[in-house]
């Protein structure tokens, strides 16, 4: 474990169904990330949140609603997805604004099937 | 977007050989950092080199970064099976303001180490 944690692992749902995916992190970081990785392509930043405040928002399509409740726990609400949005979905974590060098923390992802 | 680009996209290599994987980027980066990725699961940091430094060593990992040409290598000694994973760079650039980043990453360096 590396101390982000994300639920589900794995997820299949239907272009019409509403589904939300959970990241939670105990490793007192103030930032968190949403990042998906499809095959042969970079991973692509989604979302990021700082303290809360969500500061980035990389054109994602409105069907992808994050949600920031508090500084450890992120979700990623879903609806009307469509097959494209097939992909595993990377939860990570950071400190901001304290001790350099530093990388990421990242979660073991939810693989997403939409059909 | 700036991204950071591995090369190659894939290396086979013997148990005990040793893998060399580059990366470039393109603009002014605050640091630079490593990945690994085991198939289907979570990022996991390896190590970080500030655009100050110019080799850094972390057991049998070594990194180098040249600034002048944008560009940074990953060198794994006696490689092992348990090395076998994708492996990628991600660029930090200077931020904008605070001292938070974004990580942009590049496709990945498919790295097999056979027994």
């Known amino acids: 474990e590396t101390g982000v944690t994300q639920t589900p692992r794995h997820l299949v749902m239907g272009m019409t169904n509403k589904k939300s995916l959970k990241c939670e992190q105990h490793l007192g970081h103030n930032a968190m990330y949403w990042y998906k990785q499809s095959a042969k392509k970079p991973l692509e930043l989604m979302f990021v949140y700082n303290f809360k405040e969500q500061t980035e928002n990389n054109s994602v399509p409105s069907r992808f609603s994050p949600e920031c409740p508090n500084s450890s726990h992120l979700f990623l609400h879903l609806h009307t997805l469509q097959p494209e949005d097939s992909a595993l979905y990377l939860c990570?974590?950071?400190?901001?604004?304290?001790?350099?060098?530093?990388?990421?923390?990242f979660g073991s992802g939810t693989r997403l099937t939409v059909v | 977007s700036q991204q950071g680009e591995e090369d190659p996209q894939a290396l086979s290599i013997q148990e005990g050989e040793n893998a060399t994987m580059n990366c470039s980027y393109k603009?002014?980066?605050?640091?630079l950092q490593w990945y690994r990725q085991n198939s289907g699961r979570g990022l996991v940091h390896l190590i970080l080199?500030?655009?100050?430094?110019r080799e850094k060593h972390s057991g049998r990992l070594r990194v180098t970064l040249d600034t002048s040409k944008k560009s940074s290598s990953l060198l794994i000694t006696a490689s092992r099976a348990a090395d076998t994973a994708s492996y990628f760079c991600a660029d930090a650039p200077r931020p904008k303001g605070g001292s938070n980043y974004k990580l942009t990453f590049g496709k990945g360096t498919l790295l097999t180490v056979n027994p």
């Open positions: 080199i500030r655009s100050n430094e």
């Open positions: 603009t002014s980066i605050n640091n």
């Open positions: 990570a974590s950071s400190q901001v604004g304290g001790r350099r060098g530093q990388g990421y923390t």
